[in-house]
């Protein structure tokens, strides 16, 4: 029986071709043609990551003392334009106020 069915499958050179002809390897070939864009992308995204790493950990400081010195700079402005900002709601304020007053003089 064993060597009937071994015969009767296993005899001839073509076997194998044959079973791989008649799986069905479409998902193979999906999952490879996604598979290659994905590897190439994450392995330019960690060169560039490790490039980074080495100018942060080779210019450290210089690098956090120049973004420490701009963000002084950026909250500076923003402060003097909030400030300029209070001075001149104060001065529309102030002069609406005048404006009501004098407005209310001249009708009495």
Not at 18 to 37: K, R
Not at 55 to 83: D, P
Request: some cysteine.
């Amino acid at each position: 029986m064993g060597a009937d069915w071994r015969h009767e499958h296993l005899s001839h050179a073509g076997w194998a071709k044959e079973i791989v002809l008649q799986m069905n390897t479409s998902w193979a070939q999906e999952f490879g043609a996604n598979l290659g864009p994905n590897v190439v992308h994450r392995v330019v995204l960690f060169g560039v990551y490790l490039l980074a790493l080495f100018f942060l950990f080779r210019n450290g400081e210089t690098i956090s003392m120049h973004c420490r010195t701009a963000s002084q700079k950026v909250f500076a402005l923003q402060a003097a334009a909030e400030s300029d900002n209070r001075i001149m709601k104060y001065r529309l304020s102030s002069c609406a106020k005048r404006r009501r007053i004098a407005t209310s003089v001249t009708k009495r």
